[in-house]
């Protein structure tokens, strides 16, 4: 995991395609992403959507970092619970009585 320091009032650009989420370990960050503003501090995170530039902006010494977004295991089952049962429809032996 790569991580990143700004001294305070340090100013970094980022540029990014896709979703990332930016975890910030220590001090506190404000985040300016498509118009909204956001202030992350030590111990949370944060997730920007990408396809335009963020601006972070250290209020006071911070280390981040930024990494791609995980994916919680529940969303993953959601998507995937109906297309199981019906496959298991289509493939379950139907008795007759």
Do not use: N
């Amino acid at each position: 995991m790569k991580t990143t320091m700004l001294h305070c009032q340090g100013l970094l650009a980022l540029e990014y395609a896709g979703p990332v989420e930016l975890r910030c370990i220590a001090g506190a960050l404000w985040i300016t992403e498509h118009g909204c503003d956001l202030i992350v501090r030590a111990g949370e995170r944060c997730r920007l959507q990408g396809g335009d530039k963020a601006l972070v902006q250290a209020l006071r010494p911070s280390h981040f970092s930024i990494e791609a977004p995980q994916s919680p295991p529940l969303r993953w089952l959601a998507r995937w619970l109906p297309r199981l049962r019906r496959i298991g429809r289509r493939t379950a032996p139907r008795y007759a009585y």
